[in-house]
């Protein structure tokens, strides 16, 4: 962990933690270096109209019509690198967020191969430590998250990260330019990870706000209140957000904003292939993924709801089919493509359910929205929720434009 300087911002906005010398290593931070392309956290102007060009054009290609991705040999692969590289060319995204981007895919690759191995090398079971949410941390969560930290840090385009297994955001000390915020799950489902059942990892991508330029500013503490509403952005200023599935294969799914795509990693080479391109969530479909244990706590509009869907009455003799594994990435693939809705609704108990809003729902909402589906709170689209703190939690309902429609007819009343 010798990269990172851990405790550098505060959720609340006050160094609680923050001695002297650490604010000082976030004021390293957030200076220009010499030898840097940009200082962390510059918006210079030409940044800011590099950047400008870039959306610019990303708005063009997002109109132009999705070209199908033809061969020109049967040997021909279209890896992911093949993909970022022609994005880059079309100009949707500059080469730091595909330097980004490949550096969450190699952790991705990593983890692929750890989760692959945890039982033959002693890596199942609790670490014996809680993370701030006071869950049990899986030996698997923390390195992975360590494996997420790693690769972000050496791609040197990250300026802060924020971590389902970490307390507070944290600032990368060796940055040279593009300072993209990473928020991620390091590894959804842990629960599953003993019994060898699929688990996954999600993130998404911010550009540090336009509004707070950290490098103009000279109290300390300001900076951190700063770095944390960097970090605390609404879900529809996502530049990028994805998933990737450890299972009978390991799929990575990603959208920049102009469709969904997945890769499917090749052993044989340890290289994403495209292998969906521009997928669609169906309109409609009839699985539904919760956890029923908790129907008795649930609120009562999303019990009529639940009930619906089982009465066959109403569905021309055919209630609809349950589905769940307690893995949102597993349960949330499977949604994005046979269709249905994945819901973790509020209970009497958590009111805003359990699932977080930064590093689960916004980016599983983005990558729904990308395909064409929805997701919600039940009375509001997700990626409209504005982040009051890192780990704050929403409920979801996600998946099938139509389905969570339905849904919202039942939650959206009361
Ligand atoms: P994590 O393992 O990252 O803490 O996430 C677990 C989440 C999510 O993956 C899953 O959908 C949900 O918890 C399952 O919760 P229940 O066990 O309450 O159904
Ligand atoms: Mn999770
Ligand atoms: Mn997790």
């Avoid at 040997?75 to 690198?81: S, V, W």
């Avoid at 507070?168 to 928020?183: D, K, L």
Wanted: glycine share 10%.
């Amino acid at each position: 962990m010798a990269a990172i300087a851990q405790r550098t911002v505060t959720q609340a906005g006050v160094a609680t933690k923050a001695s002297r010398k650490e604010v000082v290593a976030v004021r390293a931070v957030a200076q220009p270096r010499q030898g840097s392309v940009a200082g962390a956290f510059t918006s210079s102007p030409s940044a800011v109209a590099a950047r400008r060009s870039v959306v610019a054009k990303a708005a063009a290609a997002v109109e132009a019509p999705a070209k199908p991705v033809t061969k020109s040999s049967q040997y021909e692969l279209f890896t992911l690198t093949t993909w970022l590289l022609k994005e880059e060319m079309k100009g949707t995204i500059d080469g730091e967020l595909a330097t980004v981007i490949s550096s969450v895919a190699l952790a991705c690759k990593q983890i692929s191969s750890l989760v692959n191995r945890a039982g033959i090398s002693n890596l199942t079971g609790v670490a014996g430590n809680q993370n701030v949410q006071g869950e049990d941390q899986k030996k698997l969560d923390v390195v992975s998250n360590e494996v997420f930290k790693n690769c972000l840090a050496s791609c040197g385009r990250t300026g802060i990260i924020a971590s389902e297994e970490e307390d507070q955001p944290v600032a990368v000390e060796e940055t040279y330019s593009g300072n993209y915020i990473v928020v991620f799950d390091p590894l959804d489902g842990s629960s599953n990870i003993d019994a060898g059942i699929s688990v996954g990892s999600i993130f998404g991508i911010y550009e540090p706000s336009e509004e707070c330029p950290l490098d103009a500013m000279d109290d300390p503490q300001k900076m951190m209140e700063q770095c944390v509403m960097n970090v605390c952005q609404p879900g529809s200023r996502l530049k990028c957000a994805g998933y990737c599935l450890y299972s009978s294969s390991t799929v990575l799914v990603i959208t920049i904003g102009n469709g969904v795509f997945g890769f499917t990693m090749d052993p044989l080479i340890g290289e994403f292939v495209l292998t969906h391109p521009n997928v669609r969530i169906p309109e409609v479909g009839k699985i539904y993924s919760f956890n029923e244990g908790n129907y008795a706590m649930w609120d009562e509009s999303v019990r009529a709801y639940m009930d619906s869907l089982k009465d066959p009455s109403k569905w021309g003799g055919k209630p609809y089919s349950a589905r769940y594994i307690g893995s949102l990435v597993g349960d949330f693939h499977r949604t994005l493509l046979y269709g249905g809705i994945y819901g973790y609704p509020g209970d009497k108990k958590n009111k805003n359910g359990k699932l977080r809003l930064l590093y689960e729902c916004a980016p599983m909402s983005f990558i729904a929205e990308q395909a064409g589906g929805l997701g919600s709170t039940g009375v509001e689209r997700v990626l409209d929720v504005n982040p009051e703190k890192v780990h704050q939690r929403v409920p979801l309902f996600i998946g099938s434009k139509k389905e969570v429609e339905y849904l919202e007819s039942f939650t959206k009343k009361h």
